[in-house]
């Protein structure tokens, strides 16, 4: 401030303390090389899994393709050396998804939904899924004294216990039976996967410690690896999982019974607990169902797809299952730009979109399709092998009325034909 000749008499002025927005702008310049690699590794792994998955869309389709003709007229051993190619196949591809998995939940890309879920539903759902498993192994399974609602995400803890049931019964111990239980102690709950078993099938537990590395084997150390099916990491990921659901999951070793796996996790207090007794039916090995379907005497089917893909595999693939449902026409174009025209032309019933294509994306084809009055309201589904979470989440945004994955699982596939076309009285 001056006076009327320019002289200073007084100087007034404003501090800020920067210091939180300067150590803010530090930290944020720190993470972004880390935010980076994390961006880089997640789309490396899509695109990844994305090439792995197109060739074994080929070799699982055309070997579940053969096996339904090698039931009919085959040599003798025919069907189970197609048997062990399609087992390495689903092995190979469950190593795919894990490690998806793992990288999602290592990079926080992985979305968790907690609620109450209800103990004895969930193993009820669950060991059905391992009863094959189990009947090769001659191994029993067992569910009792199943108490509590748990807080959990339902699909993410039904993993977990898969996992932990499949390692209990691939192990090398080999036990007589796999038991399942859970016990409420207050405010947590306590599920319990372990062995059970007698005399030369009980050997010693396997180190705990060990349990949790990554690409470690039921029973390596003691030369168990071999008959192991399993991916290396199921373990890893439950742990990982159990961790993002808030709890702990933790292993220790039973004289002459095995390994015994514990998860702990918040009780709910929303929902009553349960109490259940269950001995698992296992079902006979080697049952097979074919690829193609049978409809219902006096009834029939009928639908016009239309399938845009440039890969000439898929494109046979696809073709085979859909004539297998009777009723069902297919038409195939190999470009975006050749897909929209057809569908102009043909009016389709349903539209199968693969996103990438040589000339345009699948996203593009969608935006096309629906710009035109011939095909704007025609179901559209993509099928495609980009099969992480965000790619499924980014077409459903996009506007495809459904996300199918590759390779493509013949019954789910069938099922879902059969259900967009069901069939009607003749």
Same mark, same amino acid.
């Given at each position: 401030?001056?006076?009327?000749?320019?002289?200073?008499?007084?100087? #007034?002025?404003?501090?800020?303390?920067?210091?939180?927005?300067?150590?803010?702008?530090?930290?944020?310049?720190?993470?972004?090389?880390?935010?980076?690699?994390?961006?880089?590794?997640?789309?490396?792994?899509?695109?990844? %899994?994305?090439?792995?998955?197109?060739?074994?869309?080929a070799?699982?389709?055309?070997?579940?393709?053969?096996?339904?003709?090698?039931?009919?007229?085959?040599?003798?051993?025919?069907l189970?050396?197609?048997?062990?190619?399609?087992?390495?196949?689903?092995?190979?591809?469950?190593?795919?998804?894990?490690?998806?998995?793992?990288?999602?939940?290592?990079?926080g890309?992985?979305?968790?939904?907690?609620?109450?879920?209800?103990?004895?539903?969930?193993?009820?759902?669950?060991?059905?899924?391992?009863?094959?498993?189990?009947?090769?192994?001659? #191994?029993?399974?067992?569910?009792r004294?199943? $108490?509590?609602?748990?807080?959990?995400?339902?699909?993410?803890?039904?993993?977990?216990?898969l996992?932990?049931?499949?390692?209990a019964?691939?192990?090398?111990? =080999?036990?007589?039976?796999?038991?399942?239980?859970?016990?409420?102690?207050?405010?947590?709950?306590?599920?319990?996967?372990?062995?059970?078993?007698?005399?030369?099938?009980?050997?010693?537990?396997?180190?705990?410690?060990?349990?949790?590395?990554?690409?470690?084997?039921?029973? =390596?150390? *003691?030369?168990?690896?071999?008959?192991?099916?399993?991916?290396?990491?199921?373990?890893?990921?439950?742990?990982?999982?159990?961790?993002?659901?808030?709890?702990?999951?933790?292993?220790?070793?039973?004289?002459? *019974?095995?390994?015994?796996?514990?998860?702990?996790?918040?009780?709910?207090?929303?929902?009553?607990?349960?109490?259940?007794?269950?001995?698992?039916?296992?079902?006979?090995?080697?049952?097979?169902?074919?690829?193609?379907?049978?409809?219902?005497?006096?009834?029939?089917?009928?639908?016009?797809?239309l399938?845009?893909?440039?890969?000439?595999?898929?494109?046979?693939l696809?073709?085979?299952?859909?004539?297998?449902?009777?009723?069902?026409?297919?038409?195939?174009?190999?470009?975006?730009?050749?897909?929209?025209? *057809?569908?102009?032309?043909?009016?389709?019933?349903?539209?199968?979109?693969?996103?990438?294509?040589?000339?345009?994306?699948?996203?593009?084809?969608?935006?096309?399709?629906?710009a035109?009055?011939?095909?704007?309201?025609?179901?559209?589904i993509?099928? %495609?092998?980009?099969?992480?979470?965000?790619?499924i $989440?980014?077409?459903?945004?996009?506007?495809?009325?459904?996300?199918?994955?590759?390779?493509?699982?013949?019954?789910?596939?069938l099922?879902?034909?059969?259900?967009?076309?069901?069939?009607?009285?003749?």
């Amino acid at each position: 401030m001056r006076d009327e000749h320019g002289t200073a008499l007084r100087r #007034v002025g404003v501090n800020w303390d920067i210091t939180d927005a300067r150590e803010a702008g530090q930290t944020h310049q720190k993470t972004l090389p880390a935010q980076r690699e994390s961006q880089a590794k997640s789309q490396f792994l899509s695109r990844m %899994s994305h090439e792995l998955r197109t060739p074994l869309n080929a070799v699982l389709g055309f070997t579940q393709l053969l096996q339904a003709e090698a039931r009919h007229a085959a040599p003798d051993g025919w069907l189970d050396k197609l048997g062990h190619v399609r087992a390495a196949g689903e092995q190979l591809l469950a190593l795919i998804d894990d490690v998806l998995d793992l990288s999602s939940l290592e990079t926080g890309a992985l979305r968790l939904t907690c609620g109450p879920v209800a103990l004895a539903a969930t193993v009820a759902q669950t060991l059905p899924m391992v009863q094959a498993a189990a009947a090769k192994r001659a #191994v029993r399974l067992r569910a009792r004294s199943l $108490a509590g609602t748990a807080v959990a995400d339902p699909t993410r803890l039904q993993q977990v216990l898969l996992n932990l049931l499949n390692h209990a019964i691939e192990s090398g111990s =080999a036990p007589d039976e796999v038991v399942v239980e859970a016990q409420d102690c207050g405010g947590r709950v306590v599920p319990r996967v372990h062995q059970r078993g007698t005399g030369p099938r009980a050997e010693p537990p396997e180190p705990p410690g060990q349990l949790f590395e990554p690409f470690g084997r039921p029973g =390596a150390e *003691r030369g168990g690896s071999a008959g192991s099916t399993g991916t290396g990491i199921g373990l890893t990921i439950a742990r990982a999982l159990v961790q993002g659901m808030e709890g702990t999951l933790t292993a220790f070793g039973e004289a002459g *019974r095995g390994t015994v796996f514990e998860v702990t996790l918040a009780a709910s207090t929303n929902g009553p607990a349960a109490l259940v007794s269950v001995e698992a039916p296992v079902p006979a090995a080697g049952m097979a169902t074919a690829a193609g379907t049978v409809g219902r005497p006096g009834t029939q089917r009928c639908g016009q797809l239309l399938y845009i893909e440039d890969n000439e595999v898929n494109v046979l693939l696809v073709e085979a299952l859909v004539l297998s449902v009777p009723g069902l026409c297919i038409a195939c174009e190999g470009t975006g730009a050749q897909g929209v025209a *057809r569908a102009g032309q043909l009016q389709p019933d349903l539209i199968l979109v693969d996103l990438q294509l040589p000339d345009f994306a699948g996203f593009e084809v969608l935006r096309w399709l629906r710009a035109q009055p011939q095909a704007a309201t025609t179901p559209c589904i993509a099928l %495609s092998a980009n099969a992480m979470a965000g790619d499924i $989440a980014r077409g459903l945004a996009a506007g495809f009325d459904d996300y199918w994955t590759k390779p493509i699982r013949f019954k789910p596939f069938l099922e879902a034909l059969e259900r967009r076309f069901p069939a009607r009285a003749a």
